[in-house]
């Protein structure tokens, strides 16, 4: 019988729409977590009898039997999450599209709209970095460094840098890099919050400060965009799902039964 391997595909994909929401729902607290979604489409159709339509008359409708659903996507939805107050100089958030640059030790480049950035000392000198110690790159493409002593860091809407030194006097020291892709959702996540550049992404482009749309804002945090509620509906209605296609395949197999135990 078709209906059992096509109920089967359908607790397939409900198996695999669950372990979405979970991931969801686990990251509910995560800073700038994006939500995704599963996307499915349906399977192969076998034609049992076609149109047949000559002079206006015959079937006007085919009989088709469809094979059951797959899974096809998993799309990333890149809204913006609500705005966190942490008021720690080194929190910042991006209102809008882009992300932020990092590079690892070995010049591996990543993206993330996870602001909550540290500053890493060496022989004296600060330089800002993810929790991971990923270098937070600026638009030219180098890090954000500070001199020993400098204080009141001061990071404007445009992602410039400022501090004050020693003797008083404020100091730039450069602006935080801004990237923008024409297909974020085309991203690969590769976990900590980061993103990389795929053939679908297209490359990274770098908006300079005087062309931006989007503001940083110092002292703030980009919670997840994930809503509680409409998760438990989805969540709700892939159980109903799961356990409907359960119950297909058990009348299936009861129907099958019948009509083994069928006597002349």
Do not use: C
């Amino acid at each position: 019988m078709r209906a059992l391997w096509t109920a089967a595909s359908g607790m397939k994909a409900q198996q695999l729409n669950m372990d979405n929401i979970s991931n969801n729902l686990a990251n509910v607290n995560t800073t700038s977590f994006k939500k995704q979604k599963v996307e499915f489409k349906d399977l192969l159709y076998q034609n049992l009898r076609t149109t047949n339509l000559v002079d206006g008359e015959g079937s006007p409708v085919n009989l088709q039997v469809g094979h059951g659903v797959k899974p096809v996507a998993t799309t990333r939805m890149f809204t913006t999450g609500n705005l966190e107050r942490t008021d720690n100089p080194l929190d910042m958030a991006i209102d809008g599209k882009g992300f932020f640059a990092v590079e690892d030790g070995n010049g591996n480049r990543a993206y993330t709209r996870d602001g909550n950035f540290k500053l890493s000392v060496d022989y004296g000198e600060s330089r800002l970095v993810t929790s991971d110690g990923y270098t937070v790159l600026s638009d030219f493409e180098d890090g954000i460094y500070f001199e020993e002593g400098m204080e009141d860091i001061t990071v404007n809407a445009n992602g410039l840098v400022t501090a004050k030194t020693i003797d008083g006097e404020i100091e730039e020291i450069g602006t935080i890099a801004l990237y923008n892709f024409a297909n974020p959702e085309g991203l690969e996540a590769t976990g900590s919050n980061l993103y990389e550049e795929t053939v679908a992404s297209g490359e990274a482009q770098l908006t300079f400060k005087e062309e931006r749309t989007s503001d940083i804002v110092q002292g703030y945090l980009e919670t997840s965009n994930v809503e509680i509620v409409d998760e438990m509906v989805r969540l709700i209605t892939a159980q109903r799902a799961y356990e409907t296609n359960s119950k297909s395949i058990q009348t299936s197999d009861e129907m099958l039964g019948i009509a083994n135990n069928l006597r002349r």
